[in-house]
């Protein structure tokens, strides 16, 4: 089992974590125009409109300044796109939650919109695309940056309630690494949690993107259970399935 202090501080972290994160009132029409405007100075070209997938048109609709969904009551909800470039508008979970990559200017992201949230969880930043479990009952997201652009920094679990989502977990204290990720969940209670070790160099400087998708990477564990609380630390690439798991 892990040892005890990593264990109390999991669950001191678990304690702290911040609630849901309440949906932010959408910035005025003319607020985000006027953001949509100064992009297209800044690129020297028309802002785009995301591009929304066909299953998705009945449920999102999007322009170069707004991107609207309609929630499980079938009020809209709108998230204002002005100074942002979306990507891979998708949906989880047979369509409760749509979610969808943000970048900007000294920015950047993931926002997950729960449909059938009650005042609680509307809108979420996970950083990177998140990972369900099988059952659906808890995400994972894992998004951290030396610079701190990102919209998460840090690792967060997530439960899922048929009218809500709460934030059960979060913690920024993770040792050094980028392209950080949450794997597929290989038990409900359990999910890797990835990132390439800090130092690793690509063969040539114009090979980044080609070699980082298979660098080697570091292993860590996010498990959960009523005797043993919560748990995130160092592992291997067998996590979730053995005990091997280190300070």
């Not at 969880?121 to 951290?144: K, W």
Request: hydrophobic fraction near 40%; proline fraction near 7%; glycine fraction near 8%.
């Amino acid at each position: 089992m892990p040892n005890a202090s990593l264990r109390i501080a999991a669950l001191i972290a678990l304690a702290c974590a911040t609630g849901p994160v309440a949906a932010q009132p959408p910035g005025a029409p003319e607020e985000q125009r006027v953001l949509r405007l100064e992009w297209e100075q800044n690129f020297r070209r028309p802002k785009p409109v995301p591009a929304v997938p066909a299953p998705l048109r009945q449920m999102v609709s999007a322009t170069s300044e707004w991107v609207t969904v309609t929630m499980g009551d079938g009020n809209p909800f709108r998230v204002g796109i002005g100074a942002l470039t979306i990507d891979k508008l998708e949906s989880f979970q047979n369509g409760r939650f749509i979610g969808f990559e943000i970048s900007g200017n000294e920015e950047y992201g993931y926002i997950l919109i729960d449909r059938m949230g009650r005042d609680h969880l509307i809108e979420s930043h996970t950083g990177s695309r998140p990972s369900f479990a099988e059952d659906g009952r808890h995400f994972a997201a894992a998004e951290i940056s030396e610079s701190g652009f990102g919209n998460l920094n840090g690792v967060a679990l997530w439960e899922v309630h048929p009218g809500a989502v709460k934030r059960i977990f979060y913690t920024d204290s993770v040792r050094a690494g980028f392209n950080w990720r949450a794997e597929a969940f290989r038990q409900a209670t359990c999910v890797p949690i990835t990132a390439v070790e800090e130092g690793w160099q690509p063969t040539a400087p114009d090979r980044w993107d080609a070699e980082v998708a298979n660098a080697p990477r570091a292993w860590y564990e996010l498990r959960w259970s009523a005797e043993d609380g919560l748990y995130f630390g160092r592992s291997t690439d067998a996590a979730c399935f053995d005990d091997s798991s280190g300070s």
